[in-house]
């Protein structure tokens, strides 16, 4: 089940979905690949003197790799699965069916694209997560970024989460795990430059995120510039000490 997305395909779900959530009662984000495009296109945040600031990564590593689904972190106490059926039950363009693999128990959410009725191959799988999973750090409202109407994770954790996910593709057995590390490298390149262009760095961030995610960022970092070490320039414009 696949079909060509496009970049509107893509928005237009994160918009529907993070609404139907918050008319819900929940607050969430976009992260991902979704979520590193927005950051990596927006340039209202970059101060006019960093726009002309030439960056140390090529030209050709600016461009996020192009999503193939939607992921939502939804900062509530609530299963991932409780969050999925009250979306479905919300808004009849979303449905869940069973994974293909018989060893998990949980659904999956699924977006009906325009032309679906014509098409049912014009949909677009929704990863539904909440924290701790993978990772996911407490995200509050304020600190949300919103892009084109469209609520988005901050660079520094979506950063950090990139990072992870690189990781745990990397070590993966599944083939189709590992494939995804090129294009995991090329995201984290591209939020890389959006970070430096907006002047994030590590010592402010300590203000925001709990020492636990600090820590956890500081070691996914070091475990990445030990198979990129072109990135360390990168990094420690960030203040990070590699």
Same mark, same amino acid.
């Given at each position: 089940?696949?079909?060509?997305?496009?970049?509107?395909?893509?928005?237009?779900?994160?918009?529907?979905?993070?609404?139907?959530?918050?008319?819900?009662?929940?607050?969430?984000?976009?992260?991902?690949?979704?979520?590193?495009?927005?950051?990596?296109?927006?340039?209202?945040?970059?101060?006019?003197?960093?726009?002309?600031?030439?960056?140390?990564?090529?030209?050709?590593?600016?461009?996020?790799?192009?999503?193939?689904?939607?992921?939502?972190?939804?900062?509530?106490?609530?299963?991932?699965? $409780? +969050? =999925? &059926?009250?979306?479905?039950?919300? /808004?009849? @363009?979303?449905?869940?069916?069973?994974?293909?693999?018989?060893?998990?128990?949980?659904?999956?959410?699924?977006?009906?694209?325009?032309?679906?009725?014509?098409?049912?191959?014009?949909?677009?799988?929704?990863?539904?997560?909440?924290?701790?999973?993978?990772?996911?750090?407490?995200?509050?409202?304020?600190?949300?970024?919103?892009?084109?109407?469209?609520?988005?994770?901050?660079?520094?954790?979506?950063?950090?989460?990139?990072?992870?996910?690189?990781?745990?593709?990397?070590?993966?057995?599944?083939?189709?795990? $590992? +494939? =995804? &590390?090129?294009?995991?490298?090329? /995201?984290? @390149?591209?939020?890389?430059?959006?970070?430096?262009?907006?002047?994030?760095?590590?010592?402010?961030?300590?203000?925001?995120?709990?020492?636990?995610?600090?820590?956890?960022?500081?070691?996914?970092?070091?475990?990445?510039?030990?198979?990129?070490?072109?990135?360390?320039?990168?990094?420690?414009?960030?203040?990070?000490?590699?």
């Amino acid at each position: 089940m696949s079909c060509d997305l496009s970049w509107g395909d893509l928005t237009r779900a994160a918009y529907i979905t993070t609404r139907v959530l918050k008319r819900q009662g929940y607050t969430s984000c976009v992260f991902g690949g979704v979520a590193a495009s927005l950051q990596a296109e927006d340039i209202t945040r970059i101060p006019s003197v960093r726009m002309v600031w030439l960056c140390y990564l090529p030209s050709s590593a600016q461009k996020c790799v192009f999503p193939k689904d939607l992921d939502i972190a939804v900062m509530t106490d609530d299963d991932a699965e $409780r +969050v =999925k &059926e009250a979306i479905e039950d919300a /808004d009849e @363009r979303f449905y869940t069916q069973s994974s293909r693999f018989t060893s998990k128990t949980h659904r999956k959410l699924f977006f009906r694209l325009p032309g679906y009725s014509f098409d049912e191959r014009r949909v677009l799988k929704v990863d539904i997560l909440v924290p701790p999973t993978v990772g996911i750090p407490w995200v509050y409202p304020s600190s949300i970024d919103v892009i084109n109407n469209i609520p988005v994770m901050p660079i520094f954790p979506l950063l950090v989460l990139k990072i992870r996910g690189w990781w745990f593709h990397r070590r993966s057995r599944r083939p189709d795990f $590992r +494939v =995804k &590390e090129p294009g995991d490298v090329e /995201d984290i @390149r591209c939020l890389l430059t959006q970070a430096g262009y907006e002047g994030i760095n590590l010592y402010n961030e300590r203000d925001t995120w709990d020492c636990y995610f600090i820590e956890v960022a500081e070691n996914t970092v070091r475990r990445l510039l030990e198979y990129y070490p072109n990135l360390v320039e990168g990094f420690e414009t960030l203040d990070f000490d590699v």
